[in-house]
């Protein structure tokens, strides 16, 4: 019993578990509106273009939450509009955009004399090492966008399955895009500090994912997401403290690792049910 | 002319092969009918649009009135569903006017219900029939509130309609071809709209849902609705529907549904793809379906123009 209570005595372990679970709820409804709009890969841009934004506000002395906001929100909408204009494929101007901040990202870095001790931080995150006022900001960040997804989640569910009526039917399916890109981009930045910019993909994508596997039904599939991505959090510091190793990467294993239960057992694509199907002729 | 009321069958316009007849633009504040028939629902004057810098539809002169049960037939490529998207608002046209229910295309959005091709829809998307329904309603419900009592009867009285109540609770990709066009015209259906806007509804489904969505559709249109609906399937378009709009590049031709068994609208529209042998005219129409047909391979759909099979 200790096991479990004694991390709790610790501050800054509490103030961890608040952060990765508010980080884990949100990177849970962001990201399962994400993996049925078929935009993952938009979320590992988003949080690669983050960087310089992180690392100039390091230089400037400005909160880094600032720097990763214009940064990420900056690029999601340069996206969005390249994409809508120009005769390129999505996913390319992704690769292009992507890879040129998180280049501009390191240029910056490299021109703080002996960089290479705040890298490790930035890219894998360190959340045992969350401040009180991050995490005020932190939670702050998270209301405004739990309660905008509170407030249009029928608009985004509709504009996401079929953008094509919805426009027509009167949703402003183009702001609706503009918004969400808007709100990948927030999640991202309330999410670095917890695992960092590497992993973030993870957290968007892995809850929602195992949910697809266990869920045909929308609001289940948000709700298994929202329990995977607020218990993995507990199970990941649990296990980054008796181990002492890195949280951020623990909490990422521990989804990872209930996707692949999901992916052996779920009623899909459960390995049960494709040897019950492929046993008789 | 057919006088204004009584007449539902009858297409208030005689057969009227379209050229320049340099009609007055359609002022958005009115519209009051023409030749004291019905208002038109519907009313494009020398639209022109296409996509980047590819003309798809040009000179488009169109006129439907409410209550129309029209659909729009031409060989792939020549511009239905481009058409269909013109009037719901989704293309901005290069030129010309138009005028959807009295106001912009777009302006009376809640007023309309466009249904897209079964192929633009990711049927292992996680909704149940009966949600694919209920979000006709979202629109008119707008942000925070959640479907009510209303909402859920219209719901239930569509797929009522439809024919798949029992069928409500399943998820969309486990239905079948035809299931899944029913639904999504109960979804129509269920945003109770005034326009219907609808890509092929019945291509590829078996007769007896082509049956009944069409019976569907035609009360509809009886009760002073507008149903636009795309067709490849002249017989299906003559069959089931009371007036046509004939589109390759423009549109060639627009009137009643016989129409459609004119063989100088038929040439006109489908061009080098039509082959008359005989009484007999054959439909090469190698370019549909050609996102799945191997190279150089050519479909042959014959038939009389009136009862023609189609490759399923």
């Keep these: ?281 | 002319m057919t006088s204004p009321h009584r007449e539902p069958d009858r297409h208030p316009e005689t057969v009227r092969l379209v050229g320049h007849a340099g009609e007055p633009a359609p002022g958005h504040e009115h519209h009051a009918g023409h030749t004291g028939g019905p208002p038109l629902s519907v009313w494009l004057v020398d639209v022109s649009v296409g996509y980047e810098d590819k003309a798809v539809l040009e000179d488009v002169d169109l006129q439907l009135p409410a209550g129309s049960l029209t659909a729009v037939v031409g060989p792939n490529g020549g511009g239905k569903s481009t058409l269909l998207k013109l009037i719901a608002g989704l293309l901005e046209p290069w030129g010309g006017t138009i005028s959807v229910l009295g106001g912009r295309p777009g302006e009376h959005a809640r007023a309309m219900a466009y249904v897209p091709q079964a192929e633009a829809v990711d049927w292992s998307f996680p909704v149940a029939a009966g949600d694919v329904v209920m979000m006709g309603r979202y629109p008119r419900l707008g942000p925070l509130r959640r479907p009510g009592s209303r909402d859920h009867a219209a719901v239930a009285h569509a797929l009522d309609l439809v024919g798949m109540t029992a069928h409500a609770r399943r998820q969309i990709g486990a239905l079948s071809g035809g299931q899944r066009r029913r639904v999504f015209l109960a979804r129509a259906l269920a945003s109770q709209p005034d326009l219907y806007l609808l890509d092929e509804p019945v291509t590829g489904v078996d007769n007896a849902t082509q049956e009944d969505l069409m019976a569907v559709l035609d009360a509809e249109a009886r009760s002073g609705k507008t149903v636009i609906a795309s067709t490849h399937d002249l017989a299906s378009a003559a069959q089931h529907f009371r007036s046509i709009v004939a589109v390759n590049g423009t549109v060639i031709a627009q009137g009643d549904a016989s129409l459609v068994l004119d063989a100088d609208v038929l040439m006109r529209t489908y061009g080098g793809h039509l082959l008359f042998v005989g009484e007999r005219a054959v439909v090469l129409d190698d370019a549909h379906h050609h996102d799945e047909a191997p190279g150089g391979e050519v479909h042959h759909h014959e038939g009389t123009p009136g009862r023609g099979t189609r490759r399923r």
């Design chain 1, 1 to 281: 019993m200790t096991l479990l209570t004694d991390p709790l005595g610790y501050e800054f372990f509490v103030r961890a578990l608040a952060a990765s679970i508010l980080v884990g709820l949100v990177c849970a409804v962001i990201g399962t509106y994400m993996v049925l709009r078929g935009l993952a890969f938009m979320g590992d841009a988003l949080s690669h273009a983050a960087f310089p934004g992180v690392v100039a506000a390091y230089l400037l002395g400005a909160p880094f939450y600032l720097g990763a906001t214009i940064a990420a929100v900056g690029t999601a909408l340069a996206i969005g509009w390249i994409t809508r204009r120009g005769r390129i494929r999505g996913d390319t101007t992704i690769g292009v955009l992507f890879a040129g901040m998180f280049a501009f990202g390191i240029f910056l870095f490299s021109t703080i004399p002996n960089y290479v001790g705040d890298l490790f931080g930035f890219l894998f995150g360190e959340v045992l090492g969350i401040s009180g006022a991050d995490l005020v900001a932190l939670a702050i960040l998270s209301v405004i966008v739990l309660g905008i997804v509170t407030v249009l989640w029928k608009e985004l569910l509709y504009s996401t399955f079929d953008p094509l009526a919805a426009a027509a039917s009167g949703l402003p399916v183009a702001a609706l895009e503009y918004l969400f890109l808007g709100l990948i981009a927030l999640t991202i930045v309330i999410s670095l500090q917890a695992v960092g910019i590497i992993l973030v993909v993870a957290m968007l994508v892995t809850p929602a994912a195992t949910a697809q596997l266990l869920a045909d039904r929308f609001s289940r599939l948000m709700a298994i997401a929202v329990l995977i991505g607020t218990l993995a959090p507990i199970g990941g510091l649990y296990l980054s403290f008796w181990t002492n190793t890195a949280s951020g990467a623990l909490i990422v294993l521990v989804e990872t690792a209930a996707f692949l239960v999901a992916l052996a057992l779920g009623p899909r694509t459960g390995l049960l049910r494709a040897r019950r199907r492929s046993a008789p002729g």
